[in-house]
């Protein structure tokens, strides 16, 4: 079997506050294969950008890891110090942020961007960077990369400093590439070109992408599998096509179900009632039980289920049948 | 039915230019941006109108021009069949105004909050001189909400609650129109849709009439009766929501389609779209989207296009 | 506190000439004095009187004049920072140009200016009365551009913000929707400057005390004080100049502290 670019075993992320400690990431677990992309969706507080803050070492104070394993290629990353982590941060793991505007530095030319962070990164002469730097702005789909090299971030449109901020975190040759929410401030025909390039760099370099969004049409186009979050844990994990068409968590099918798409030629929207609980405020067992039309006792009462304990594809004690079964109920 | 929203001709322009002195010395003109340019549009009463566009097609100055926020460079506004745009009749204008309302995008900037929620939803009632004994809690009620909630301030509450007290607000002084300015896009998918339930729950009970604005096709599509789609501040083309999803006439609208992420589609290799929304600055001569339509013709460079009917379609193009 | 309960707290009237004994003169702190055994905390000045009461009553005098001053400031720069942040235009211009021109001046040398300008058309007689209005002028007039700066930039990010558009489509009034709606939410940064500035004011009223240009001996303020004892320094009466000071020193630095507390009490991100 390959091993995975980035293995993350039962990870636990605390925050300390007055009124008592919060788990924004609960036991989650993960992996993500060479030329994969793994979608972790989920909406606001679920945790989704806590974890991929904890992978690369910027975790905010207080907020910090109390057990769990993170693996790069196979070797722990979770306790390196801070000097340390800015080794591989760049080198081995890219970052995409949602905004390009502020992850460049705006007083430097693009150019002089790439450049800098591959020397810092690989054992080549200033030419050969320069070179490198101009063959990166091609691959992301630049026109004209050799003139508009020594031009400013301001100096392109956002669709076009999304590609330079894919070529910054592609330049050093990473395994992995975290991708927050890279497509949320672009428009919609933008938006289809910077998923296309992603998933066409993904494939031909072989890195491994954490694409995080909390737009599921999104995860449904580019991810090959997607992580399902809800309160700061995992709920449904597994191939895009079988989370997406048969969903087996009740969350995974009241989201998919309320998206204006699903409901197409319905009067009225599925919704799921009420809202997500604040992580200082979560209910008893299931996570999800009070907002769960199928909720049993045991959700209410019991230790909550997660993938590890229930097997399967969904942290749910009862995941629901195919959706055939169900269509017919 | 009757329209009770007419645009006509409505054109905005944004002085951009740089500050009188630089100008003189760079000895460079005036630099205005076209916001919005020529819109026409009707709105029937108890109906829902979506205009759907991009970043800077000029959507949402057009809600802002129908309430009021600002007025138009060019053009005139009725409301009912006033004219809400002119000088003359303030007080009629005014009486036409008291009809409009608006929902805006950003539940945590559009409630006060040092102020209570009772005193928000009351303030438009308030100044209409409507009663607003215990009208608070019965709109309150009437959005999802607890009575109780009307002594709480607005960071108590979620985005999809502060949305809700954003809707009540808007009912208060008992409008015709509401504006809703991408009422949805900052919340969550599952919070997204009891909004808008709620607010097509809403349009029916009180026969209200909405403006709905919104980048987002699939929301657009399960709102609207009848849908508009601008680009780069112009109209290209208007239809009803189910011949437009049909069958889109401007090539715009197709890749707006072809573009949208969709649900079921694993893996697609999509056909990407060419290039970006040009500088609306200096936007291209002619059809200002023939830099990047497959169907560009030198014609299309030099002459704009004007609306025509086609069935029940008004479409601005050369080629359909 | 001890300045507030001064008329309880001090142990002795500092200006009630009957219980003044000039042979108390130049007592040094907590030794009985050579002629008459009275024995007094931080000694007393030329004239007899008690230090620590003089000090008392000075810290409410410098305490007033600083409050006042800063209330005036607060109130004059609130209201021209709105009306240029929401007006905007031309008003903002000519009202920004103001506070920019007044802020290359030193704020001291503005307050001199002005205390100058009203020493002259007071009449001699009335000029010890008003003396503590015309400083309280002086200093709230040098003192309000800050806050007329801060106010502006504050109402600028609110007015922009939907819930102010909310209003104004109702057809609110400009100036109900400025009381209303945005000055409540940019009162904040206003208060934590007015805890800052309220040092500066009684440092700069004791500045201008110092100079004799601020309160009269006959209600001396700390300044005052200082620049009496001042006078005394280096013949070995050094408890007339220092108990003063350390004071100034004192009330400044808590005055700041409580700023500081102000500021954290305030952000709802630390709260």
Not at chain 2, 252 to 262: N, V
Request: charged residues 20%.
């Amino acid at each position: 079997m390959v091993q995975p670019v980035l293995s993350i075993k039962s990870l636990v992320v605390e925050i300390p506050t007055r009124k008592g400690v919060l788990r924004p990431v609960d036991r989650v677990s993960y992996d993500i294969f060479p030329g994969e992309i793994l979608g972790i969706v989920g909406e606001s507080g679920a945790g989704k950008s806590m974890t991929g803050n904890a992978v690369i070492g910027l975790l905010e104070r207080p907020a910090h890891i109390v057990s769990g394993d993170i693996l790069l290629s196979g070797n722990p990353i979770h306790n390196l110090s801070a000097s340390e982590f800015r080794k591989i941060r760049g080198k081995k793991i890219g970052m995409i942020f949602q905004d390009p505007l502020t992850s460049l530095n705006p007083l430097l030319t693009v150019g002089e961007q790439l450049v800098e962070t591959i020397i810092e990164h690989l054992a080549v002469s200033k030419k050969q960077a320069q070179e490198r730097a101009i063959a990166a702005l091609e691959e992301v789909g630049i026109p004209a990369a050799r003139e508009r090299i020594g031009s400013y971030p301001h100096q392109f449109s956002g669709g076009m400093r999304q590609r330079v901020v894919i070529a910054l975190a592609l330049c050093a040759e990473p395994d992995l590439v975290i991708a927050d929410e890279p497509t949320t401030a672009l428009d919609v025909s933008v938006q289809a070109q910077i998923i296309a390039l992603l998933k066409r760099l993904c494939r031909e370099r072989g890195v491994g992408v954490m694409l995080v969004t909390h737009d599921m049409g999104v995860i449904a186009e580019a991810a090959d599998r997607v992580a399902v979050m809800y309160a700061g844990r995992l709920a449904e994990l597994g191939a895009v096509r079988d989370v997406l068409s048969d969903p087996k968590h009740p969350y995974t099918y009241g989201l998919m179900g309320s998206t204006p798409l699903a409901s197409r030629g319905l009067k009225r929207l599925n919704q799921i009632p009420g809202s997500m609980p604040r992580l200082g405020a979560l209910p008893e067992g299931c996570a999800f039980s009070p907002r769960c039309e199928f909720a049993q006792e045991v959700c209410k009462t019991g230790s909550s289920p997660f993938i590890a304990n229930v097997d399967a594809q969904a942290a749910c004690w009862f995941p629901l049948p195919h959706t055939k079964s169900r269509s017919s109920k | 039915m009757s329209a009770i929203v007419r645009a006509k001709a409505l054109r905005r322009l944004f002085d951009v230019s740089k500050p009188w002195l630089n100008r003189v010395v760079e000895r460079e003109p005036k630099a205005f941006l076209t916001a919005v340019a020529d819109v026409d549009f009707e709105i029937e009463e108890g109906s829902v109108y979506a205009l759907v566009g991009e970043s800077g097609s000029g959507k949402s100055t057009i809600g802002k021009m129908v309430v009021g926020l600002t007025g138009p460079t060019d053009g005139t506004i009725e409301i009912d069949g006033i004219v809400i745009t002119g000088n003359d009749q303030k007080a009629k204008i005014a009486e036409a105004r008291t009809k409009l309302q608006m929902i805006f995008q950003d539940p945590y900037a559009s409630l006060n909050p040092r102020w209570k929620v009772r005193d928000i939803i009351a303030e438009p009632a308030k100044l209409r001189g409507l009663e607003i004994k215990g009208l608070p809690e019965r709109l309150l009620q009437k959005v999802g909400l607890s009575p109780e909630d009307a002594d709480k301030y607005p960071h108590e509450f979620s985005g999809g609650q502060r949305q809700r007290i954003c809707i009540a607000r808007a009912l208060s002084s008992e409008p015709k129109v509401i504006v809703c300015d991408e009422p949805t896009s900052a919340l969550d998918v599952s919070v997204q849709s009891q909004v808008l339930n709620l607010m097509s729950d809403l349009q029916e009970q009180l026969g209200l009439t909405y403006l709905f604005i919104s980048h987002d096709l699939t929301v657009v599509e399960h709102m609207a009766d009848k849908i508009g789609v601008l680009y780069l501040g112009a109209l290209v083309e208007e239809a009803p929501k189910e011949t437009l999803f049909a069958s889109p006439l401007h090539p715009y609208t197709r890749m707006l389609f072809d573009a949208a992420p969709k649900l079921d589609a694993f893996g697609r290799e999509v056909d990407v779209p060419k290039g970006e929304i040009p500088d609306p600055i200096n936007p291209p001569a002619g059809c200002s989207f023939h830099p990047r339509c497959p169907l560009a013709t030198s014609k299309c460079k030099k002459t704009r296009p004007q609306m025509r009917l086609i069935g029940n379609t008004r479409v601005a193009c050369h080629h359909v | 506190m001890g300045a507030i309960f001064a008329p309880f707290l001090a142990p002795h009237d500092p200006f009630n000439p009957a219980t003044l004994n000039l042979m108390n003169g130049f007592t040094g702190p907590m030794t009985p004095n050579q002629f008459t055994q009275d024995v007094f905390v931080l000694g007393t000045d030329d004239q007899g009187r008690d230090v620590l009461s003089t000090i008392l009553f000075g810290m409410r005098i410098s305490l007033f004049v600083g409050f006042s001053a800063v209330f005036l400031a607060m109130i004059l720069g609130v209201i021209l920072g709105l009306l240029a942040g929401y007006i905007g235009g031309w008003l903002d211009s000519v009202i920004m140009r103001v506070a920019d021109v007044q802020l290359t001046f030193p704020s001291i040398l503005v307050a001199m200016l002005i205390f100058g300008i009203a020493k002259g058309v007071t009449p001699a007689e009335f000029r010890d009365q008003v003396a503590i209005w015309v400083l309280i002028l002086a200093i709230g007039l040098s003192d309000w551009v800050q806050f007329a700066r801060v106010v502006r930039g504050a109402t600028l990010v609110e007015r922009q913000k939907e819930y102010v558009q909310a209003a104004q489509l109702i057809g609110r009034a400009n100036i109900a929707v400025m009381l209303k709606h945005i000055l409540p939410n940019v009162l904040n940064p206003v208060l934590v400057i007015a805890t800052i500035s309220l040092a500066l004011a009684i440092i700069a009223e004791a500045t201008l005390s110092f100079l004799g240009v601020g309160a009269p001996p006959t209600k001396p303020s700390l300044g005052t004080l200082i620049r009496i004892g001042q006078e005394y320094m280096f013949s070995g009466e050094w408890w007339i100049l220092f108990f003063p000071a350390i004071t100034l020193l004192a009330l400044a630095l808590s005055i700041n502290l409580l700023g500081d507390w102000l500021r954290d009490a305030l952000n709802p991100r630390l709260r």
